[in-house]
């Protein structure tokens, strides 16, 4: 059986907090988020939506372009997440 990794990143509703992350199960891992399960950051800041992701076979893949994405400027990181959702709409629903 052939996994699969994400990189995500998810907002707040004003959309001015992002946050990050790499996970096996998105669909999970995103739903802990909207739960606020999520301690620190995610939590403080009510980062419960998802408007943007990626999909890889490679867990090393994924990890290097968090790391990657991360090391990002905010212009930078938002000029990629607009490539996918230009109107930073949750992407939640599309992937449940």
């Keep these: 059986m052939i996994k699969t990794y ?12 992002l946050y990050a992350g790499v996970t ?6 995103v739903w802990e988020h909207k739960q606020n399960l999520v301690k620190g950051f995610t939590q403080k800041y009510q980062i419960h939506d998802l408007i943007y992701y990626e999909i890889f076979s490679n867990p090393i893949s994924a990890i290097e372009r968090e790391k990657q994405i991360k090391s990002w400027s905010r212009k930078r990181k938002d000029e990629l997440i607009k490539t996918m959702n230009p109107d930073l709409k949750d992407l939640y629903g599309e992937i449940i």
Excluded: D, G, Q
């Design 6 to 17: 994400y990189i995500y990143i998810m907002s707040n509703f004003k959309r001015n907090a």
């Design 24 to 29: 096996n199960n998105l669909k999970r891992r």
